[in-house]
């Protein structure tokens, strides 16, 4: 895995944007709320910078610029903050989601001032909770049936990890 770097969305990401979440659809479709019901690259970005996003960015390959994926941090209460990522198809699995998660969370709580980060999926969503514990996130509860379905508008139990800023990162 080549080294990554986080930054904020920029309009020019857009051809890539759309590029990556066309080929990203059926990788993404079970899990990412999709707004308005398509993987449309301008709904996603103003999805992406809707109320309480303290923070957004694009998870970029170092050298060559290469867009992975995207991540957010929604503000919560008590300078806490929930997180968001996702990895386009072609890149998952690579460990790119967790050096992302572990940069968002340095900057989360070094940048931003937080002290709580929380992690959500869906309880059947395996590679998410993996990839949120290597991230340094502890696994705190599951809410039943808290949250519809993405892939088939059904109810479904939601896992919730954290990782606070006294936490070691994970390794």
Do not use: K, N, Y
């Not at 340094?136 to 939601?158: N, S």
């Amino acid at each position: 895995m080549s080294a990554l770097r986080l930054r904020p969305w920029d309009g020019r990401d857009m051809p890539a944007l759309a590029a990556l979440l066309e080929i990203s659809r059926d990788h993404l479709r079970p899990w990412v709320p999709v707004p308005h019901g398509a993987l449309d690259p301008a709904a996603w970005m103003d999805w992406a910078q809707g109320d309480g996003v303290i923070a957004r960015a694009v998870v970029a390959a170092a050298g060559p610029e290469s867009l992975l994926g995207g991540c957010e941090l929604r503000r919560g209460p008590h300078d806490s903050a929930q997180v968001g990522l996702w990895i386009g198809a072609p890149h998952a699995g690579r460990g790119h989601g967790t050096a992302a998660l572990r940069a968002l969370a340095r900057e989360a709580f070094a940048v931003h001032g937080l002290r709580r980060l929380e992690w959500r999926c869906e309880a059947r969503h395996h590679a998410s909770r993996r990839l949120a514990a290597r991230a340094g996130f502890v696994h705190e509860g599951t809410r039943r049936q808290a949250r519809r379905t993405v892939a088939d508008d059904d109810w479904a139990d939601e896992v919730i990890l954290a990782r606070l800023w006294s936490d070691p990162a994970g390794g």
